[in-house]
């Protein structure tokens, strides 16, 4: 019995070294890592729409994968032209808030004794400031190096998705191949699994999301607060990252309310009382509802892990962190010598009966 016990703390102390090494791992490689888990998220969403095109409507795999990879890079797009055309409205717009801007620059330099020019812009007083100009320059430099990364790697994206879904459609028969018997259909049930649970939490927060980004429009719109259209793009992106995403959202819309209305207070106020209102309701208790017990994760494992793959991977880890730590939960309920940690991670004191693999 002595021995067991010693060797099963040998096998947990294992398995945390592994999971350190992994970690420095990806943080490490994660300019290569990133696209390949994107697509494999990808891949689990795309998998089941692909497969009812191929069975129900009798549509070739191949044709399938292609019609998903060109509605991915529509709705890229789209979005790429809706930022677009904000910033360049802004951009426009920019003589409309000059005024304000130098009026609150003024208060700040006067509160941290900065140098003030009156017979200056906003843009030149700010350039005025060398550590300003500096922070300027590295930010512009950085942002073309992001822009540049960022596409290089939505290609790549695109390419792993394709050849994954290409690849999944024989999946089945290979694990078959692989393994014998009851590990083959614990492995396809596991497999499964993941699939359907990633579907499911990307669909719903996807939908949730939408709703979001729709309901704040019409409540900017109502009230005349400028470029609502990115407001509201913005409110749906950030509601991908549970609470934290909320709160920036609100948080950036109120301030350029802030600018715009004041000293009008009421379009400020009902701005932010509204768009708490919708993501309190939308955020947690329509989404909650439509998603059950599926995810069941404890909320103190969502908030580690949305800052532990936040410092990884930054805003894309933030993203993906709760539909991972899914996965990773799926995998622990599904290996005997794991189901610890599948209670630790959920929000419940016990684990639902399961076939494992030992």
């Known amino acids: 019995m002595n021995n067991f016990d010693f060797s099963k703390h040998i096998y947990y102390i294992l398995i945390f070294l592994a999971i350190i090494t992994a970690g420095v791992l990806l943080k490490i490689t994660f300019s290569f890592v990133l696209p390949v888990v994107v697509a494999l998220f990808l891949s689990c969403?795309?998998?089941?729409?692909?497969?009812?095109?191929?069975?129900?409507l009798h549509f070739p795999w191949i044709a399938g994968t292609l019609l998903m990879a060109v509605g991915f890079v529509t709705i890229i797009t789209l979005l790429s032209t809706i930022i677009g055309r904000s910033l360049s409205t802004i951009a426009g717009q920019y003589t409309k808030y000059e005024s304000r801007f130098l009026s609150i620059y003024k208060i700040f330099a006067d509160t941290f004794n900065i140098q003030f020019y009156d017979d200056k812009t906003f843009f030149e007083n700010i350039w005025s400031q060398l550590q300003v100009r500096e922070f300027l320059?590295?930010?512009?430099?950085?942002?073309?190096?992001?822009l540049l990364t960022f596409t290089k790697n939505l290609g790549?994206?695109?390419?792993?998705?394709?050849?994954?879904?290409?690849?999944?459609?024989?999946?089945?028969?290979?694990?078959?191949?692989?393994?014998?018997?009851?590990?083959s259909l614990q492995i396809q049930n596991m497999i499964h699994k993941v699939i359907s649970e990633t579907m499911?939490?990307?669909?719903?927060?996807?939908l949730i999301s939408l709703i979001t980004g729709i309901f704040v429009f019409v409540l900017l719109e109502i009230l005349k607060l400028d470029f609502a259209i990115m407001w509201a793009f913005i409110a749906f992106v950030m509601n991908f990252i549970?609470?934290?995403g909320s709160i920036i959202?609100?948080?950036?819309?109120?301030?350029?309310?802030?600018?715009?209305?004041?000293?009008?207070?009421?379009?400020i106020?009902?701005?932010?009382?509204?768009?708490?209102?919708?993501?309190?309701?939308?955020?947690?208790i329509l989404e909650p509802k439509i998603e059950g017990d599926n995810l069941d994760l404890s909320p103190f494992v969502i908030l580690v892990s949305l800052t532990f793959w936040g410092w990884m991977w930054g805003f894309i880890g933030m993203i993906l962190a709760v539909p991972m730590m899914v996965i990773l939960k799926i995998l622990c309920e599904n290996i005997s010598?794991?189901?610890g940690f599948a209670i630790l991670l959920g929000n419940k004191s016990d684990l639902k009966k399961a076939d494992t693999i030992d």
């Open 242 to 244: 549970p609470t934290f």
């Open 156 to 183: 790549m994206i695109l390419l792993y998705t394709v050849f994954l879904l290409i690849e999944m459609k024989n999946g089945s028969s290979k694990i078959r191949s692989i393994f014998d018997g009851k590990v």
């Open 45 to 56: 969403v795309f998998y089941p729409i692909v497969k009812k095109l191929n069975t129900k």
């Open 200 to 206: 499911n939490y990307i669909s719903i927060k996807f």
């Open 249 to 267: 959202s609100v948080g950036l819309t109120t301030i350029f309310a802030i600018l715009q209305f004041y000293p009008t207070g009421y379009p």
């Open 137 to 146: 320059q590295n930010a512009a430099l950085s942002f073309s190096s992001n």
């Open 269 to 284: 106020i009902i701005i932010f009382a509204g768009m708490t209102i919708i993501n309190l309701t939308l955020g947690n």
């Open 337 to 339: 010598y794991l189901n």
